[in-house]
Nanobody, 117 residues
Framework: QEQLVESGGGLAQAGGSLRLSCVVSGRPVSISTTGWYRQTPEPGKQRELVATISSSGSTNYAEAVKGRFTISRDNAKNTVYLQMNSLKPEDTAVYYC?????????WGQGTQVTVSS
């Protein structure tokens, strides 16, 4: 059973930066696909993909964050990061860490990111 614990959220001004961390226990991040999703409270809004990193290290980003966000991992610390630069108010959301191994997916509890204009 994997457990994911996010940290690093908070309040930032537009144009600023934040770095989110996701500490994973129960399975090495190097053999899983891990990523970040986000969700806003608008009714009917689905949780949306932000970025993923595969076991081979290949990355994938949502169009809305390409060039601004970078996903990375530290295998020794079993931690996945999301470096968020040039933040925009529309980046405001709860950010969730996600891990997928074979057909088993696990979520963290989420961390709030709020970007003021």
């Amino acid at each position: 059973q994997e457990q994911l614990v996010e940290s690093g959220g908070g309040l930032a001004q537009a144009g600023g930066s934040l770095r989110l961390s996701c500490v994973v226990s129960g399975r090495p991040v190097s053999i899983s696909t891990t990523g970040w999703y986000r969700q806003t409270p608008e009714p009917g809004k689905q949780r949306e993909l932000v970025a993923t990193i595969s076991s081979s290290g290949s990355t994938n980003y949502a169009e809305a964050v390409k060039g601004r966000f970078t996903i990375s991992r530290d295998n020794a610390k079993n931690t996945v990061y999301l470096q968020m630069n040039s933040l925009k108010p529309e980046d405001t959301a709860v950010y969730y860490c996600y891990s997928l191994f074979v057909a088993n997916g696990y979520w963290g509890q989420g961390t709030q990111v709020t970007v003021s204009s």
